[in-house]
Nanobody, 112 residues
Framework: QVQLVESGGGLVQAGGSLRLSCAAS????????VSWYRQAPGKEREVVAT????????YYTDSVKGRFSISRDNAKRTVYLQMNSLKPEDTAIYYC?????WGQGTQVTVSS
């Protein structure tokens, strides 16, 4: 089992940056891939980025490639999502996921 706590969301103007953090506690983290998802109002939850245990393998959905960067610090049991050049369409609740476990989400709002 693992508990996941996201932080770092907020309100930012278009073109701005935010860094989200996902702090994990519990056994289910070591060795696991971690994913960031987002869900905008009226839309389905979608995967944004993933990172494997070593950090050497990452995935990004097309809409965030070149703008977002996922990283992890296994010693701190934390995964980060650096979001640059934010757009209004990035507005959503952002969640991290490990195995079958989800965090509670953090709101990101990008104003135009």
């Amino acid at each position: 089992q693992v508990q996941l706590v996201e932080s770092g969301g907020g309100l930012v103007q278009a073109g701005g940056s935010l860094r989200l953090s996902c702090a994990a506690s519990g056994r289910t983290f070591d060795g696991y891939t971690v994913s960031w998802y987002r869900q905008a109002p009226g839309k389905e939850r979608e995967v944004v980025a993933t990172i494997n245990w070593t950090g050497f393998s990452t995935y990004y959905t097309d809409s965030v490639k070149g703008r977002f960067s996922i990283s992890r610090d296994n010693a701190k049991r934390t995964v980060y999502l650096q979001m640059n050049s934010l757009k209004p369409e990035d507005t959503a609740i952002y969640y991290c996921k490990v195995s079958i476990y989800w965090g509670q989400g953090t709101q990101v709002t990008v104003s135009s």
